[in-house]
């Protein structure tokens, strides 16, 4: 294109009506030269006119021919399609709803779904490595893992190991400070080791990581904190003046060297407020937690075994801290999430697969309908002039325009669901460093297969126009007043397959989202309402000897329980439901098997009433055998029947390492020697997550393990906010220097752990069904009171002669209420062959018959309103009008 | 006779032609076409359909000027002339059409003896 050509285009586009009017005084000019030499050659000046036109042709066309030369004529054409799509959508707003709407949430739908999996599956963790740190667990011949712990010496030979990148070792534990008010406050503090900020390799916000990086230093290391993004949010406003200001934990004085990054948790889903280094000693009874990093290419299996000697050589040193001939089990960071998640996405992406199917559908079914019926207009501009590839462009643009319409709301609105799901997504949920966003391949793709689809269906009926059925289709609108046969057939065959593949797509989507809220829909076991926790940490070297720290917390219980609003007051260590950290080796006195574990919860008596979980079998031990610390337990339900299966196991006799203190901030009482007797069998709640089954749980008094940190549990009438109040100034009242922890109720503690995913599935699944139906219902209404209003012309002859209202009701109902049938039974067939595939599949009954009628009545309404609005509109009308209009 | 539509022209011949009238004086779109017939003895005869489309392109493409005039019957028509790129583009399409006839020319005299 030259500049000429570019120039000659833009003015004839901006001159247009100048351009045309010379053409016009051009051709005209052209016809009358040619008239004027035939007139000189003897014709009459009218017959010479004749026979010009005759030589010439149409002037429109010659016009057409000259305009085509410009690339502007491109535009304008183009522009004028536009220009009647639009008119065309505007005419009939259902089906552009229908259209676009379908499009837009079948799009939304997939890419939120989709970008919330690939989030949390796929690039869960900001970490440098991520895809290859793990946790290592020792694992004893019963199948129970325990988290590996290690002392410092064998963690120095650990972290070289050839197949390690590096480890790290860390723990937890609270440590008391004051408010700003000055009063005292816990705060929670992660240990690690000096090289774990640049394992995980985070980019501190503000400041500089801790200044020790090797291991080399024994005992305590220099104090410095590092602050998390929230605790710095909550505690100083977020301050910049904090950095090198000394914060005092537990009378000694720490400088505040960094700020960490909005979403750096590494040890979720513990909370942490702020992180200093581990003291390192050499005392082999002071265990850490340890998490580590693969070297890549390193299989998890690979490095178990390669780890086992090692490990094995550890466990001669220490045989306390491991159980009999474990194995070790390596586990990726990703894999626990992935496990946990697996279902619930499966089924939600399922679903938003479900309904972009839908979405499609309704587009392809709409578009084929409208485009069929357009035989008639076709035929007429193609004997007017029109070229194929005119009509064929024209089409496609239509498509193209309520395609990019749909898809361009489908992006809008993806962005808009990934928002409200974040908003809604409980806390919690996720893990904090997950960062979810747009998956923009997944929107790509899911908007390129809902406006192919709907280019592609859109412009499949010029296939129809072929030149010789044009011809035929003219003649036949022109002569009749009943609408195409053919095109009423398919028509038909249209609605048969819609209602059907509705029907079945929806019914799928339910099936989909009750296998998963069954799987959370498991009993609690016991009460979470109105129960608060606080906790209680005592400061460094107090209370150290046995008989002055129980005294103390059992008064401070006693004190809490008085208070008139408190129905009953326990003590807990570590094990608020649903989870329990602390595993401990089980053996039963008088059996070979051995090597077995469970999960021990160190509580007072109070703690069943508490929590409301029944007592099954047997006894609670009472007041004075707690304050004596007698060697008494009970077990959960889960733990009976695992160790004695039918057997009574009240009476028998366990053993355990882990009943007996290990470190220096755990007393254990005089009496004790590892032993318990089994006195009572109570409920299972959970213990190891919602959806982990309930592991094997040992209940002890706390007075027979004393550690120094201890959780009140606290139950009231009714929900009560005063009562954290009332709990403060009755445990200043035995000791007004004893700080609390931050206070949460079981509930929230619960939620914390997921339990309100079932609520939020609930709803999620409920958008599905409630956008699926109406996807299902607008997709129905559009193409069968389409085809209704194709027949307007036939109820107008019918009219005219004679049929009676309620007649012309029953035709238009009769052949809809046909198809309708026909769809819902073939789509209610193909759900009974899912259902009985899913079931040979999962091995469970899904044999859902509420979603079906469900979906099938809503259906047979929609269907049923699109035939009755119509049809009683044709009813109010003049025949002759009816005949008259070109519908 | 030849094809009385343009059609029957050489593809691109038609473009050629049109240059060669016009280079011998400006003509108006209906004049053009008689030129051509007149010249060319009634072998040719441009409809206006290919005729008015060529001559909007060869405008486009830089060959031709437009300007609207009186005819001798003292009508407006627009009058279109040869500009200095349509001189070249003659030279050239004259040049090289003479070269393609001339070798059509041997080829179809070519006797059994000139390949041997």
Known sequence: MTFKDLGCGLRTLLRKRRAEDELDAEVRGYLEALAQRKVESGLSPAEAMRASRLEMGSVDAVKEAVRDVGWEHVVESIWQDVRYALRRALRDPAATLACIGSLALGIACTTASFSVIVGVLWHPYPYKGADRMVSFSVVDSGGNGVPLQLPIAQFRSFRTANVLDDAIGWDLWTMSTTDNNGIPESVRVGYLTPNALRFYGVRMFMGAPFTKESLDYSGQPARQVILTWDYWQSHFSGSPAVLGKSLEFDG???????????????????????????????????????????????TTGGASSALLPLLRQFATETPNHFPRNFRVRIDRLESALVHRFRATFTAVFAASVLLLA???????????????ARAHEFAVRTSLGATRNRLFGQLLTESVFLSVAGGCAGVLASFG??????????????????????????????TIVSVGCGILFGIAPAQRFSRGRERLNMQFDMRGAVGN??????????????????????????????????????PLGFDPRNVTSLGLSLSEGSFTTWSARTQYYSRIRAQVAALPSVDSAALSVLSLPPVSRYFVPVRVQGSVDSGRSATLQIVSRDFFRTLKIPLLQGRIWTESEEANAAKLAVINRRMAREFWGDAAPLGRTLSSDGLQSKNVWTLQAPSSNGCVKIIGVIGDIPNDGLLQPVLPALYIPYTLLTTDSIQILVRTAGASEAIVRSVRRQVARVNSAQPLSPIFTAEDHLKAEGWVREQFLAVLFLIFAVAASLLAALGIYSVVSYSVSQRLKEFGVRMALGASPSNMLWISTRSVARNLGIGLFAGALLSVALSRV?????????????????????????????????????????????????? | MVDKTSAGLVQGTLDMLILKTLALEPLHGYGIGLRIEQISKGVFQVNAGSLLPALHRLERENLLKSEWRDTENRRRAKYYRLSKAGQRKLKSETRDWEMQSAAIARILSATPEQIR
């Open chain 1, 417 to 446: 669901i990934i928002h409200l799901v974040l908003h809604w997504m409980p806390a919690g949920e996720l893990p904090q460093e997950a960062r979810i966003r747009i998956s923009v391949p997944i929107l790509l793709f899911a």
């Open chain 1, 838 to 887: 899913i079931a040979l599949w999962s091995q469970a009954n899904y044999v859902s018959v509420a979603p079906l009628i469900s979906a099938a009545s809503v259906l047979v309404l929609a269907g049923a309103l699109a035939t009755l609005i119509p049809a009683l509109r044709a009813r109010n009308m003049n025949p002759m009008d009816v005949l008259r209009s070109d519908q």
């Open chain 1, 358 to 372: 839908i979405a499609c559908l309704n587009v392809s079914v709409l578009l084929l309908a409208r485009g069929t």
């Open chain 1, 485 to 522: 046969q053919s095109t009423r057939r398919l028509h038909s065959l249209l609605m048969v397959a819609q209602v059907a593949i509705t029907l079945f797509l929806v019914t799928g989507a339910a099936v989909a989202g009750s296998a998963v809220l069954r799987l959370y829909a498991a």
């Open chain 1, 252 to 298: 000694q004085p720490y400088t505040v060297t960094g700020i960490l990054p909005r979403n750096f948790a590494p040890l979720a889903p513990l909370d942490v407020d702020v992180y200093v280094l581990l003291a390192l000693t050499n005392d082999l009874n002071s265990v850490y937690m340890i998490s580590g990093r693969l070297k890549p290419g390193v």
